[in-house]
Each structure stands twice: as C-alpha cells, then as structure tokens.
C-alpha cells in the first residue's frame, strides 16, 4: 500500500493508459483519486468499476473552467493534492503539405496547453513531496513518417519535465515524464488511419522492440505509480520509457 494516504488526479481516465493508471494507484493504496476526461458516460463507468475512492469529475484540459472545477472540488473535499498524473492527449497524423491549421490547433492545444494548465493550476493545491508526471511518447525522439505535429507535442512535454523539476525543486515536487512505446489502446482507433495501416503500424512497432510485441497500458500503469510513490523520492527531471515491456530512464 505505497500510495496510502495520498490523493491523485489522473487526466485522460476515460480509457487506456489513463484508466489503468487511475487502477494502479487505487490498487497501491491511493486514498482518493480523481478521474477527468472529455466522455462523461465512459468517464462514470471508469470510476464506478474502481469503486469508491475513484470519483468522476467531467471536463476537458483545453477549458480553463473545468480545471478550476476540477482543482475547487479537490480542494474542497480532500484540501491537498499529491499526485497529478497529466495524461490527457491524443495523436492524429498527417503529412507535411497537407497540415491544416484544424490539425495544429489541435494538438498543440490538448497536448501542450492542456498539459500547462493541468499542472500550473494544481500546484497550490501539491503537498511537498508531490509527484508530477507528464505523458510523453517515444515518438517525441523519432522521425515516424506523417507524425509530425504529434511528435512535435511530445517533444515539448519532455522538455516541461526537465525545466519544471527545476522550477519546482525549491517546494520538493519532482517532475518527471513517462514516454510509452506503441500501446495498444482504444485512442488509435481516432487516430484517422485505417484498420490495415494500424495493424502494419503494430506490426512494425512490434518488430524494432527487443521482446518483440507492443507494450501493454498496465506496463506504464506500473511506471506510473512507482514515480507517484515515495520511493521515487531520487527521481525527478527524468524520462522514462516504457516499450514493448521494458522500462529505462
């Protein structure tokens, strides 16, 4: 139980790696954790399957509003904060030459700007000792064709992870960011590509990772609560992927 005692916020809770970090930090002992997301039915489901230290607030990371919502209700139920887990994102392709602004805006304001408000507007509420943890993508270190924007958001959310440590080392909160492979999660399905770009897309994914397969949301789920936990204490400014089941910073 290594989270005991410690209150989360998970982004992005509706499904994939956000839900299974939200599980993964209950089932560590997590006294309460707070679940967001844009989809408010999938989003009560989620938190109703975790039972009652799960709780639901709907909203979106691109609306002001709804994280000062979000953050009021934290601060009046449990007054404190200790976790925040900024996850909420999405990937959508398209190849340079045909980029349009609908595309751009898109990204940057979920992926960079949602990830902004998210932890700006949670550090009143962090304890020290908090733990803040971004969700990048390894695509932010590579050169996958037609991934440009996407790739591009990652790269910035690595970047926060290394300065904000630093802005925060002063109030003891690290900062430090998880960086999956190729998970397999409902969000690919909204990607734009078709069933047989997908399933090549794995295939390839599956093949440059040294066991082989694609990793699994559980996997970064794990990485998640280790980072979330005291015993993480030593580690901040980091990056740490996760693919195809191994982990390194």
Do not use: C
């Amino acid at each position: 139980m290594k989270l005991k005692g410690k209150t989360a916020v998970v982004t992005g809770a509706n499904s994939g790696i956000g839900f299974a970090a939200a599980k993964t930090l209950i089932d560590h002992g997590a006294d309460r954790v707070y679940l967001t997301g844009r989809r408010k039915a999938e989003l009560e489901a989620a938190a109703a399957s975790l039972g009652e230290r799960a709780v639901a607030v709907h909203g979106d990371v691109t609306s002001l509003a709804d994280l000062d919502r979000l953050y009021e209700r934290v601060r009046t139920e449990v007054g404190h904060l200790d976790v925040v887990f900024a996850n909420a994102g999405f990937a959508a392709f398209s190849p340079l030459g045909s980029l349009t602004e609908e595309h751009v805006d898109g990204l940057l304001n979920t992926n960079v700007k949602g990830v902004i408000w998210t932890v700006q507007k949670a550090l009143p509420l962090m304890r020290p000792g908090g733990s803040i943890i971004l969700s990048a993508s390894i695509v932010a270190s590579k050169g996958f064709e037609n991934w440009s924007m996407y790739s591009a958001t990652k790269a910035a959310v690595r970047s926060f992870a290394r300065t904000w440590a630093s802005d925060l080392k002063g109030r003891n909160i690290r900062v430090n960011a998880v960086s999956p492979g190729v998970i397999v999660t409902p969000g690919h399905e909204k990607t734009g590509a078709s069933k047989d770009q997908l399933s090549g897309f794995f295939d390839f994914a599956a093949s440059i990772t040294p066991l082989a397969r694609t990793g699994l949301d559980t996997e970064v789920a794990n990485v998640v609560a280790f980072l979330a936990s005291d015993e993480s204490s030593f580690v901040t400014g980091s990056e740490i992927f996760v693919d195809g089941g191994i982990a390194q910073v």
